[in-house]
Structure formats: C-alpha cells, structure tokens
C-alpha cells in the first residue's frame, strides 16, 4: 500500500499496526493474508482478489461499486483483527517488542529498498548472453559428436531412447516412465561419467536454465522510468525470520563458479557509488553456543576458530590442514542444517 501511494506521490505515515506482520510475529508458520486471518480470527469468509478481478483482466476493468465493496471489506476487516492481534501480542512481551522495535519499523525500509531497486548493466548481459549461445552450441557440437549423431538435447523421449537403447547405458540408474526412462537430473547425476554425451548433455542443461533464469530473464526486467530492476521482499514469509525475495528472486543468483561470479558483475552500484557487503560471522552458532554451552563449540569461538573447519575435521576424521573447500562447505550445511530442524 504504501509503494502504490508512493506512486501517487503521497507519503503514507503514522502506521501503528500491521495484521500481517503481527500474524507473522506470533506464528510464522501460519499463513498471513487478510483473508486467512478473517477465517481464523473471526470466522468471516472474505472476498479474494482473484475472485474480484477475472482472469486476464486489472482491477481498473472492474465496475466501481464492486471494487468499494472490495476495499471496504478490506478496511472492515483489518479494522477488527486489530484488537485481537494487539492483545495476542501483549499476552507475549518479547514477541511484542520484535514486532514493535524491528517488524514494523523495517516495512519502511523494505519499501524504500523496493522502490529505489538495483542497477544492471544490460549491455554486458546481452554480450555475455552471446558467449553463451557460442558456448551452447559447441556443447551440442560435442554431444552430436559423443553420441555419433543429431538428436535434441532438450527432448526426455529422444535422450531416453539414445542413452537406453542406442548407447545401452545402465537401465537400473533411471526409472521407468510413460515414454520410455527418466533422464531427469537425478538420473543424469547417476549416469555421469558412463558415457561423454552424458556429461555433455548435463552441462548443457546447467548452462541453458542459468542463461534463460538470469542472462537473458533480468534484462528483460528492468523498469523503463527506473532503469533498474526492482524485487519484492517478503518480510512475512519465511519460518526462521528471514527476507525471502521474489518478483524476481534476487536472493538466489548462484556464487560459486566462475559462471556465478560473471552473472554478480551484471549488478552495478550507481555512478560514484559503491556496493558494500557486510555479514554477521555466523550469528546463528554463536547464538546456539551461547544458549546450549556446548564445550567445543564455546572453546573454538573463544579462540577465534574457523567452526565449519572444526565439524568438518569430527566429521571427516582429518586434521584441519587436510579439509578441503567442499569438506568445508558440507560441514557448514550441517551445523545450520541442525539449528533449523534437519
């Protein structure tokens, strides 16, 4: 509501309550709509907004009278979840002070992030979209070449029928389907190294979703009055309290290959400006350590110890010299992965 005013040019204050964010404080879990919460809170079946506006059509197609009705259930509505979502609030004083310290003063901030967006440099992206196409079609090259000759790389039917009846690989590594044997990523990942048009046919599947999920998706994303791209960042979404991003997803642009890290340059700070990156050195173990006492976990943090290197030499049985980056990295998903109920 408040980037639709924004449009408007009018500057929304004196918000004192959100439902949604409360709802969210109180039970993350839960789902947090309005209309969710009329169901839940006060038995009240409301009207959603895909029943409103139908299919392919705006809001502005719709005739005035119903979308008043519309709006002003939404007012009513909201109207009347307060007290109770206040009083549930009030009932729990450290969830209270998290919605009122940092939920509700952080969808300001949020919004202004949205607003402003991220600057991308669309030519760069274009160009390396052209290195890509180059480098699909040798990949293709070299599957033709491998598999002794021409078939889609993109069809299930034609890659099962090539890989399970002309190359004879391993029936047992896939599974049985309507049109013949699976080639999903789970299969491929299982026949890897059985044959090189295998490999050639997994690398080119790796490189074509990336270039279409990011190469070519996030030029077509920017906003012409901004010339930036802009995501929404859902405050009320995640079970352990964290941002989620969507509309694009700008929180999930991979980082660990060469290929990555070509995609990052594509992020630009504005001219005279700089991008700064600033993380907590994993706050959530530091947390637990302190919470738990756990005796190993406290001594390495005393002594300034590298913590993932630490589970990775208990659960690899090496001494910390010997740890690889990927022994490293596994340990990591452990020791988070245990915090969040794995």
Not at 55 to 61: L, P, R
Not at 200 to 224: N, Q
Not at 270 to 281: N, Q
Request: include cysteine; proline fraction near 4%.
């Amino acid at each position: 509501d408040r980037l639709v005013l924004r449009r408007a040019n009018i500057s929304l204050a004196g918000v004192v309550f959100d439902p949604m964010l409360a709802s969210y404080v109180l039970n993350p879990e839960n789902s947090h709509n309005l209309s969710d919460l009329a169901l839940r809170h006060l038995e009240l079946t409301t009207l959603s907004y895909a029943d409103l506006v139908p299919k392919g059509k705006t809001i502005g197609e719709v005739a005035i009278a119903k979308v008043a009705l519309y709006c002003g259930s939404d007012v009513h509505t909201t109207y009347r979840l307060v007290p109770i979502l206040r009083k549930a609030l009030s009932a729990m004083p450290e969830l209270e002070t998290l919605y009122d310290e940092i939920e509700l003063p952080v969808e300001k901030v949020l919004a202004n992030m949205e607003a402003t967006g991220i600057r991308i440099d669309k030519d760069y992206l274009n160009q390396f979209s052209e290195q890509l196409e180059t480098d699909l079609q040798a990949i293709e090259k070299a599957a033709y070449e491998a598999a002794g000759e021409e078939f889609n790389l993109g069809s299930p039917k034609q890659l099962s029928a090539l890989f399970f009846e002309k190359l004879g690989l391993d029936k047992r590594k896939s599974r049985k389907t309507k049109t013949g044997y699976s080639t999903n990523a789970a299969a491929l990942e299982k026949l890897q190294g059985d044959h090189p048009v295998v490999d050639s046919v997994v690398e080119y599947r790796t490189l074509s979703k990336l270039k279409s999920t990011y190469v070519d998706a996030l030029p077509a994303l920017i906003r012409p009055g901004t010339q930036r791209v802009h995501t929404d960042f859902n405050q009320a979404v995640t079970a352990t309290g964290r941002l989620s991003s969507s509309n694009p997803n700008l929180q999930n642009i991979p980082t660990r290959t060469a290929f990555s890290r070509q995609i990052r340059q594509a992020f630009l700070p504005k001219d005279g400006w700089l991008l700064v990156a600033a993380d907590y050195s994993q706050v959530e173990l530091r947390i637990l350590a302190h919470l738990c006492g756990e005796e190993i976990l406290n001594d390495a943090y005393q002594n300034d110890d590298d913590v993932h290197r630490l589970t990775a030499t208990l659960l690899f049985d090496k001494e910390k010299e010997d740890i690889t980056t990927d022994e490293r990295r596994i340990a990591k998903v452990v020791n988070f992965g245990v915090i969040y109920g794995m």
